[in-house]
């Protein structure tokens, strides 16, 4: 079993949909949880960063941490065509520097 | 803030040549960078954990020798690909680190013919 599980999609939804993204994980040591946005042959993107359990906002995305279920999540609001991209959840525990992955959702939104 | 450039953002090589590629870090001093690997539609593969003033940590499977990396100051660490071969064709990309976080470079796309 992998550390870490994403769907890989691809999802497709319209413009102004809200989008739904999510990461399982085994780890019960995670404590940093991050989701990163990669324009395709572009570096990722930090977008959300948030510690422990939780809910966290900023303008139209939303990252929820449930530790007890081991589950993280990222909500986009009034999803946008520029919004097409791949979704990369991450995460690291409190003592090490490295982060683990997600394989990333492509998510793309259409007008 | 927290911006990390990556130099070139484009190499194509012979085979054989070794290529160098650096990473720095714009805004802030990074006393720890990394080096991923990443092939189409996959994830980030970890390489090597870079220290300032020190010798790097490689991932398993991570071979040392073809793969050199330097972080000789808080804003600067380069990955040198040695003797490249078309296998070690890939996108890789650095990141660096600002307190708990990690900033990644735009990436920079190699290719050995």
């Known amino acids: 079993q992998k550390e870490v599980e994403q769907d890989p999609g691809p999802l497709s939804v319209p413009e102004g949909a809200i989008v739904s993204l999510n990461c399982t994980y085994s780890n019960s040591a995670f404590q940093y949880f991050m989701w990163y946005r990669q324009y395709s042959r572009k570096g990722p993107e930090l977008l959300m960063y948030t510690y422990s359990s939780g809910n966290k906002e900023d303008g139209r995305f939303t990252a929820q941490v449930d530790k007890s279920s081991k589950y993280i999540s990222l909500f986009i609001r009034d999803s946008q065509p520029s919004d097409s991209a791949t979704y990369l959840c991450?995460?690291?525990?409190?003592?090490?520097?490295?982060?683990?992955f997600g394989t990333g959702t492509r998510l793309q939104v259409f007008p | 803030g927290a911006v990390v450039s990556q130099h070139p953002s484009r190499v194509i090589c012979k085979s054989g040549t070794s290529v160098k590629i650096e990473c720095r870090s714009l805004?802030?001093?990074?006393?720890?960078m990394f080096w991923y690997r990443q092939f189409p539609k996959k994830s980030l593969m970890l390489m090597a954990t870079?220290?300032?003033?020190?010798?790097?940590?490689?991932e398993q499977g991570v071979e040392k020798d073809k793969f050199l990396i330097n972080h000789a100051s808080l804003t600067l660490s380069t990955l040198t690909v040695t003797s490249a071969h078309p296998e070690d064709s890939s996108f890789y990309i650095c990141s660096a680190r600002d307190r708990n976080l990690q900033f990644f470079g735009p990436g920079t796309r190699l290719t050995v013919l």
């Open positions: 991450a995460m690291c525990s409190y003592n090490t520097d490295k982060l683990i």
């Open positions: 805004d802030f001093q990074a006393t720890t």
């Open positions: 870079s220290n300032e003033g020190s010798k790097a940590t490689y």
